[in-house]
């Protein structure tokens, strides 16, 4: 994963006719990214997202600003997920739902109820003030077409990438990552959390990866002036996740068992 992307030097790059990035007011996002208070091994509830109807119990796997890598208990870690610490689909153990397996739960059913009622003795579930309330919906779809902003690469959930709106319809948009022909873009809803605005991501403490090579390119890292990125000096925001350290953005490290983590 790299980290080493300006926006206003990328934006300059692409001269006047590059869109403008989408206004805030389009994106059902915090205004501040929230606060990451979750802690590794943290228990909680979660809608099955290959499911969603389902509640199950899922383990903070790793923490990235203001993200959650889960895992449903009882899963394998093929499956594993990304949400928001201020995701919908998350709730604090005991919510009064009514748990279930997760899909593809390893074991025969019949081993379901003494299975559940290890990990809830086992317990660690996250505090109710852990989770934040999730931000308002626009009221509609604010989107125009040529607007830039930031969206996470759903073959690589794990990154986060500059993209365009390149077609609005109904309650859809078309996002296409820059520089990348095509290969990852995707339809998705005007209030989907998947999508950012431009910034969002690196004032989480999260990073914001490079444009594909078929966008205007950055000067190497190392040809590059150390701008106010690279400068340290601030000390770690209280959305330190991996990623907010100043240090550790520069050359960011994927823990080794990253399923997300594709051959670069
Ligand atoms: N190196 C990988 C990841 C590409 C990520 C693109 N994100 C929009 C590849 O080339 O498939």
Redesign the pocket.
Known sequence: IQSDFDWDEYLRLLGPEAGDPAPAACFKQAAEPPSNHFQLGHRLESRDPRNPDNTCIASVIDRLGPRLRLRLDGSDDRNDFFRLVDSEDLFPHPSGRFIVPPLGFAKSSNYWPGFLEKVKAAGNFAPADCFVRPPASPAKNFFAGGQKLEAI?R??PL?V?P?TVKEVRQDRIFVS?DG?RG??DYWCRYDCRDIFPVGWCQRAGYPV?PP?NRAPQQPQPQQRYRGKHASGGSSPSPNSGTFSDKSAAASPQLPASSAAA???
């Open positions: 690469d073959k690589n990154f990438c993209a990552f990348w290969a990852f990866q594909g594709p051959a670069a």
